[in-house]
């Protein structure tokens, strides 16, 4: 029997739809549809919120919350290609899996609702001739300083650029100080160019390859991972897929940790497709924001390579996700909605019904369990490329150095460098820890110094000479008083950061050509770049720095690695400690010895007989990770349970401990559902909140969002607290 449904409006014309907004408020908003427009799903148009107007997506039919009597209508629809189906069908699905609201979710590709409306010609702004009567503020200064020298710019950025507001910018240009200029919007994306040969492949590259390939061909939802060690060859291999599914027509996603760090990679993707890709991260100007989103949505731009962010662009004809170095930490993002950039990959995949392809040398505990269990692929690649061998390892035992406490490099590892330099080759060295020392204490009363607004030290900075909090960004001058006891000179650092190993290392070695490389010094893709030329170009003998430099680069004549101190992640109580110690620690020991030369590796570490170190001198990887596997499945934790972490903060402590307990109290607790806590945080002040964990644990069977989302609902929040809901925590702090 037909089903009538009386309620169906006899034409088709939408008379409300609801409107979604790029902004963390509850969302979608319903709006009227004037009598003389048309729209559909996915068409952005302008409207009233407030006394302002924004750009959103419209998202659907009408919710009904609000009266029709009530609505306002949409300004305008503007002219520009539709946000898909499967992109907003992803934000739906990312906001109800994360507890966020949709219009958070949309926010995190763009900046603001500014970013939806389509690119348009490029205003920025130049000096003119500065009246001279022009009344000069600290402000105003800044600005005509800032374009004394710098580019010109459009005056959101200008304004962000030099701290003012974009009313400051406006009154320089009336009085006739700036000028402005009209540039065309950026060019949009040239195509990849599909005749260019590839490099000729080894059998075991072109067999995988091949598999590849049959993946991007089947057009049909699939997970494979490529499990190459380092060295050998898995971007190249990745590239034919990326190749294949370029020719087939389709879009491709590739996602990257952290963008900064990739200028390798850039270089190698012009130099296969003779084209740069369309790039995607948080710094991105605004105009160039607009332009990759509507090109990305137009189809003009045919490949993304893109921080995890780039998942949230709207493809039309996504044919290929390809996720590097998934095992990374970078890719959970913390602040804001916290989601998994791999596992959300995964997912847009699967609407786009289209492949992905997971790559690592190390890949994460959650992947292989996955390959076990057969619902990924796995394609190994088990040899360097060109017959390079995989580096010696070996552990320098710390106990036995007895070095004094000012100094950190072992009598083995200076060694190792000097004769490494004497053969002309190059070492690197790994420590993750940014800054001069992670600690300064006053010898006579023992103050520690602290961050004001964090359970944190201060990092000393000496280059800089200040001290910093590296979770609040909060800094001081160096004090050459103790703050406590008002003693002078009797503040000593206490333990090394790269810039101490970097000062022991020119002491002990003074003819060596010394860089360090950390967030600190490398300002931007640019000065990445540089540094990392200058390296290839043996500019340098020993690479001093953070994980900035374990991922990626390959550096034909460096040989020796030097991990100062492997134990340095171990410590603390996180479930992942043990596996990203070893993944962080095999990936810089991948840097040796790339090419003709063998490399070696000496890990400085006080515990030479912990798994890890063991793990990483015998190369026993599958044992190690069975037996993490075998700790997790027994403990219940992931993957073998779910996990949501819980933060509740205030800035009165007595708030935050009230609502924990209150949450505890009613927190569901069944065989197979449990809360842990609550407890201080590790971090139990952060930028002047007080902050206490809860942890909820279910077995792998049962769904954890509605568990969260029930007992979330029986808890009336006070307006000075906030609760954080982190679904699949990586971070315990
Ligand atoms: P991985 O990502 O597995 O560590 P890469 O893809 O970075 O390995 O490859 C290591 C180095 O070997 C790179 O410089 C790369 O250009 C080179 N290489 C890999 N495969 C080939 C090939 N088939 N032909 C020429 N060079 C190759
Ligand atoms: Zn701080």
């Known amino acids: 029997m037909p089903h009538t449904d009386a309620t169906t409006p006899p034409d088709e014309k939408l008379h409300a739809v609801s409107v979604l907004l790029p902004t963390p408020v509850v969302g979608p908003y319903d709006y009227l549809v004037p009598a003389e427009l048309n729209v559909a799903p996915g068409d952005h148009v302008h409207v009233p919120l407030g006394s302002r107007e924004m750009t959103g997506v419209v998202w659907g039919p009408a919710t009904g919350d609000v009266d029709a009597a009530k609505l306002r209508p949409i300004a305008a629809r503007v002219e520009t290609s539709p946000m898909p189906d499967q992109a907003r069908r992803f934000v739906d699905w990312v906001a109800a899996y994360t507890l966020s609201t949709p219009g958070a979710v949309l926010r995190m590709a763009m900046r603001g609702p500014e970013d939806l409306k389509p690119p348009r010609p490029l205003v920025v702004f130049q000096l003119g001739d500065i009246p001279g009567d022009l009344r000069m ?50 060019p949009p994306f040239t195509a990849p160019d599909l005749e260019r040969p590839g490099p000729d492949l080894s059998d075991a590259q072109e067999t995988a390859a091949m598999s590849l390939r049959k993946k991007v061909s089947a057009d049909a939802f699939s997970v494979t991972l490529l499990d190459g060690v380092t060295g050998s060859g898995k971007t190249e291999v990745y590239f034919e897929a990326v190749a294949a599914a370029l020719a087939a027509g389709r879009q491709v996603l590739v996602l990257l940790p952290e963008i900064a760090l990739t200028p390798q990679w850039l270089d190698r993707f012009e130099q296969r497709f003779g084209v740069a890709p369309a790039v995607w991260h948080s710094d991105l100007r605004q105009a160039r924001r607009r332009t990759t989103w509507h090109a990305v949505s137009t189809g003009n731009a045919r490949i993304v390579v893109g921080a995890r962010s780039a998942l949230f662009l709207p493809f039309a004809e996504l044919g290929l996700i390809i996720v590097d170095e998934e095992h990374e930490p970078a890719f959970k993002q913390e602040d804001g909605v916290s989601y998994h950039g791999r596992d959300m990959a995964i997912v847009r995949a699967q609407i786009a019904d289209a492949p992905i392809v997971l790559a690592s040398a190390t890949p994460s505990l959650e992947t292989r369990v996955n390959v076990s269990r057969e619902r990924y692929d796995s394609i190994p690649l088990p040899e360097r490329f060109g017959g390079a061998t995989m580096p010696d390892i070996a552990t320098v035992d710390m106990r036995d150095a007895e070095l004094a406490a000012s100094r950190f490099v072992s009598p083995q590892l200076v060694t190792g460098l000097t004769a490494t330099i004497a053969a002309g080759e190059q070492a690197m060295l790994f420590l993750n820890r940014r800054g001069y020392a992670p600690l300064t204490l006053c010898r006579t009363c023992g103050h520690r110094i602290e961050c004001p607004s964090c359970a944190a030290w201060l990092t000393e900075h000496r280059f800089r000479k200040r001290l910093q909090c590296h979770h609040c960004g909060y800094e001081v001058p160096a004090p050459k008083i103790c703050p406590e006891c008002e003693n002078e000179d009797t503040l000593v650092a206490c333990g090394p950061g790269v810039e101490r190993i970097a000062e022991e290392i020119a002491e002990l070695l003074p003819e060596a050509r010394i860089g360090i490389m950390t967030s600190d010094t490398m300002r931007g893709p640019e000065s990445a770049q540089k540094f990392i030329h200058s390296v290839e170009a043996g500019e340098l003998d020993i690479l001093i720095g953070t994980q900035m430099v374990a991922k990626g680069h390959h550096f034909p004549n460096l040989t020796l690695v030097g991990i100062v101190d492997a134990d340095l992640g171990l410590a603390g109580g996180d479930l992942r400690a043990a596996e990203r110690t070893f993944q962080i620690l095999q990936q810089v020991s991948g ?132 609760i954080r809901v982190d679904v699949d925590p990586y971070s315990f702090l």
Request: glycine share 10%; aromatic share 4%; proline share 9%.
């Open 591 to 722: 840097r040796a010895g790339r090419a003709e030369r063998p490399g070696r590796v000496l890990i400085q570490t006080f515990q030479p007989e912990h798994p890890v170190m063991q793990a990483l001198v015998s190369g026993d990887e599958a044992r190690f990770f069975e037996l993490e596997t075998r700790a997790r499945e027994v403990g219940g934790w992931p993957p073998f349970g779910r996990l949501a972490g819980l933060i509740v903060s205030s800035r009165d402590p007595r708030i935050a401990d009230d609502l924990a307990r209150a949450l505890a109290r009613c927190g569901p607790s069944t065989p197979d559902i449990r809360v842990l806590g609550p407890a201080p945080a590790p971090l139990s002040l952060l930028r002047g909140r007080h902050r206490r964990r809860l942890l909820l644990k279910t077995s792998r069977d049962v769904a954890i969002q509605p568990v969260l989302r029930a007992w979330l609902g029986q808890i009336k929040i006070p307006s000075q607290a906030r």
């Open 137 to 186: 503020t600290p402000a105003r200064q800044r600005v005509i300083d800032f374009l004394q020298d710098g580019p010109s710019l459009a005056a959101g950025d200008l304004a962000r650029e030099t701290g003012v507001s974009t009313g400051v910018i406006k009154g320089l240009a009336d009085t006739g100080a700036l000028v402005r200029l009209e540039l065309a919007p950026p």
